[in-house]
């Protein structure tokens, strides 16, 4: 049995078995983080050997695929040909009873929308923050003023140190905590519990994600009891 892939244009390889056509792969392109090509796989078959080499030397960048941690065919399949899972991400919709223990953080924290005269510097936090823990899976390519028009949320909350510098932020869209960011290890689960509280004053439930390669949005995570056996997985050929 030979498993054979063909270009047939430019962001898409048919694979065949033989003679038997098994289906395609799709590519594609995220300009945020352009430092890999991204796939999607539909196949009718995985055969137990796959040329992903062919590919990777094609396209001359590491291989991505993205997918739910329910998918265990095609993760076995990945993994049986070389993918290593680099990230899980979870995506928790929690209320105040999933707390593992009472919100009771005194922190003093700041509400802020775009107008305020801090937003800026809460963005540009958020900016090396983000690059940083993305760097080690899935780097930034998108340049400061990109980022920073597209990915911020324009509300939310931070805290000042004793110097009058922001140390942690939340950015905010009604009961989505979108990003939290962080340069204070020893403070940020009070801030965190004191925007929880926040939050909770308002609204009965609240959602985010949380990848296990940024350590803020992990202890938010770990304020809930929460099943992690479910997650959005990173897969990364290289």
């Known amino acids: 049995m030979t498993i054979t892939v063909y270009k047939i244009d430019h962001e898409t390889y048919q694979v065949r078995k033989d003679n038997e056509l098994l289906g395609t792969i799709k590519t594609y392109r995220n300009l945020y983080h352009d430092t890999c090509i991204y796939l999607k796989i539909k196949l009718k078959v995985y055969p137990a050997k796959f040329p992903f080499d062919a590919i990777l030397q094609q396209e001359s960048k590491p291989l991505e695929l993205l ?19 680099k990230r899980h991400c979870f995506t928790p919709t929690v209320s105040k009873n999933y707390l593992k223990h009472s919100l009771t953080s005194d922190l003093t924290i700041q509400p802020f929308t775009q107008v305020d005269p801090k937003y800026l ?12 823990t993305h ?7 998108a340049n400061y003023a990109t980022f920073i028009d597209e990915v911020p949320t324009k509300t939310g909350f931070y805290n000042l140190n004793q110097k009058n510098e922001i140390e942690n932020v939340v950015f905010t869209e009604n009961n989505e905590i979108a990003y939290i960011c962080s340069i204070n290890h020893k403070n940020c689960e009070a801030f965190i519990q004191a925007t929880l509280r ?6 009965n439930e609240i959602f985010f994600e949380a990848d296990d390669t940024d350590w803020a949005a992990t202890l938010l ?4 009891n929460f099943n992690k056996n479910e997650s959005f ?6």
């Not at 510097?121 to 940083?132: A, G, T």
């Open 221 to 224: 995570l770990d304020q809930f």
């Open 121 to 132: 510097e809460c963005c540009d936090l958020l900016y090396r923050y983000y690059k940083k």
């Open 198 to 203: 926040k939050i909770f004053s308002k609204y």
């Open 67 to 85: 997918t739910d941690s329910k998918n265990k065919n095609l993760i076995e399949f990945l993994i049986h040909n070389g993918f290593q899972c």
């Open 135 to 141: 760097a080690t899976v899935a780097p930034l390519t």
């Open 233 to 238: 997985n990173t897969y990364i050929y290289d």
